[in-house]
T-cell receptor, first 114, second 109 residues
Framework: DAGVTQSPTHLIKTRGQQVTLRCSPKSGHDTVSWYQQALGQGPQFIFQYYEEEERQRGNFPDRFSGHQFPNYSSELNVNALLLGDSALYLC?????????????FGDGTRLSIL | RKEVEQDPGPFNVPEGATVAFNCTYSNSASQSFFWYRQDCRKEPKLLMSVYSSGNEDGRFTAQLNRASQYISLLIRDSKLSDSATYLCVVNRGYSTLTFGKGTMLLVSP
């Protein structure tokens, strides 16, 4: 039973570029959430996708956008990258129909902005 | 005020020690509560859920006090393998999690 998978594992970009990160949820899960974890901080909620729509959003600018596909996989897009976007980006999945269940995290994508 | 606040670390303890982590949260509408563990440069992993009645999983005991909006984690008989960062996590609903900054635990021989 595959857990949450993310790609790529590492990525290096320069300021102003755009990036797309990908996530496949754990089998049986239909809800995907994205988090940003800066060095020395706890993860911060970016947004959540359920039924191919953004259901919840944290305090992140519009440069951060996403998408969920019919197979429940998801993408996180970040435009006009800033140095401060360097972080570990975590994807988590859960069963949206079962309320407040704990989330299962992928290994993350480590994004470095030069 | 941050939504979830934890003890600043790190905590340095010898093997066999008992260590307690404290956490407070500000949103009284928070629905569920967890402790996650995160190893260096790895993803967070669920350690245990936290209930008002208190719950125990082996050497780990978690407590929740909704009235004072306080969560705790007690680790007894610390092992070297317990060294990690412990994250206090609050669910605001729809499984959207708010994390504390984390408290690092270092267990030494």
């Amino acid at each position: 039973d595959a857990g949450v998978t993310q790609s790529p594992t590492h990525l290096i970009k320069t300021r102003g570029q755009q990036v797309t990160l990908r996530c496949s949820p754990k089998s049986g899960h239909d809800t995907v959430s994205w988090y940003q974890q800066a060095l020395g901080q706890g993860p911060q909620f970016i947004f959540q996708y359920y039924e191919e729509e953004e259901r919840q959003r944290g305090n992140f600018p519009d440069r951060f956008s996403g998408h969920q596909f019919p197979n429940y996989s998801s993408e996180l897009n970040v435009n006009a990258l800033l140095l401060g976007d360097s972080a570990l980006y975590l994807c988590a999945s859960s069963d949206g129909g079962r309320g407040n269940q704990p989330q299962h995290f992928g290994d993350g994508t480590r994004l470095s902005i030069l | 005020r941050k939504e979830v606040e934890q003890d600043p670390g790190p905590f340095n303890v010898p093997e066999g020690a008992t260590v307690a982590f404290n956490c407070t949260y500000s949103n009284s509408a928070s629905q569920s509560f967890f402790w996650y563990r995160q190893d260096c440069r790895k993803e967070p992993k669920l350690l245990m859920s936290v209930y008002s009645s208190g719950n125990e999983d082996g050497r780990f005991t978690a407590q929740l006090n909704r009235a004072s909006q306080y969560i705790s984690l007690l680790i007894r008989d610390s092992k070297l393998s317990d060294s990690a960062t412990y994250l206090c996590v609050v669910n605001r609903g729809y499984s959207t999690l708010t994390f504390g900054k984390g408290t690092m635990l270092l267990v030494s021989p």
